[in-house]
Nanobody
Framework: EVQLVESGGGLVHSGGSLRLSCAAS????????MSWVRQAPGEGPEWISG????????MYDGSVKGRFTISRDNAKNTVYLQMSSLKPEDTAVYYC??????????????WGRGTQVTVSS
């Protein structure tokens, strides 16, 4: 069973930083491409960043490029999202997941509970 446990969220002032973590189990993490997706209140899910299984390729949505950095530690089955220069519009629940059908397809496994990030102005 795929299990994803996100952590590291919280309340931060505009311009601040947070580091999110996602501990994964129940699948071959080291062979899986991973992404972070967020959902703001009243909005649909928004893909924001992905990383290939080996960690050598990363991608970002334009809204976070230059401010967020995705990374992974395959020995720890964990993917990270370092967030800097946070803005109020980054307020959302953040989720990680594994790509089910390949890196360029936004199809994922069952979602974890996510971690809340709130950025005050």
């Amino acid at each position: 069973e795929v299990q994803l446990v996100e952590s590291g969220g919280g309340l931060v002032h505009s311009g601040g930083s947070l580091r999110l973590s996602c501990a994964a189990s129940g699948f071959s993490f080291g062979s899986s491409d991973m992404s972070w997706v967020r959902q703001a209140p009243g909005e649909g899910p928004e893909w924001i960043s992905g990383i290939r299984s080996g960690g050598g390729v990363t991608m970002y949505d334009g809204s976070v490029k230059g401010r967020f950095t995705i990374s992974r530690d395959n020995a720890k089955n964990t993917v990270y999202l370092q967030m800097s220069s946070l803005k109020p519009e980054d307020t959302a629940v953040y989720y990680c997941n594994a790509h089910r059908d390949g890196f360029y397809y936004l199809t994922f496994y069952s979602w974890g509970r996510g971690t809340q990030v709130t950025v005050s102005s």
